[in-house]
């Protein structure tokens, strides 16, 4: 059973910094390029960053450069996004996306919630 599970939302003042993880099982982690992606209360969803098998990043909203930072840690099946100097429209569901070689071969986590606010 394939599950991604998001954790380290909050809430936290703006400026601050959060530290997201996705954490994986039922699937070969390793082999999959993962990607954290966002959806702010009546936003379509967009593309924060994605790491590739190997690790290099390739970044998504122009938006987040500089502040927010994709990694994973493939022995211990892990994707975290590290995020800091905060801003209030940061403020969205977080959410963990695993993609397979196939385009009908991906997973979505749950997400977490992420609000920064004073």
């Known amino acids: 059973q394939v599950q991604l599970v998001e954790s380290g939302g909050g809430l936290v003042q703006p400026g601050g910094s959060l530290r997201l993880s996705c954490a994986a099982s039922?699937?070969?982690?390793?082999?999959?390029?993962m990607s954290w992606h966002r959806q702010a209360p009546g936003k379509e969803r967009e593309l924060v960053a994605t790491?590739?098998?190997?690790?290099?990043?390739?970044s998504g909203a122009h938006s987040v450069r500089g502040r927010f930072t994709i990694s994973r840690d493939n022995a211990n099946n892990t994707l975290y996004l590290q995020m800091n100097s905060l801003k209030p429209e940061d403020t969205a569901v977080y959410y963990c996306?695993?993609?397979?070689?196939?385009?009908?071969?991906?997973?979505w986590g749950q997400g977490t919630q992420v609000i920064v606010s004073s």
């Open positions: 996306k695993a993609a397979g070689r196939s385009s009908r071969d991906y997973y």
């Open positions: 039922g699937f070969t982690f390793s082999n999959y390029v």
């Open positions: 790491i590739t098998s190997a690790g290099i990043i390739i």
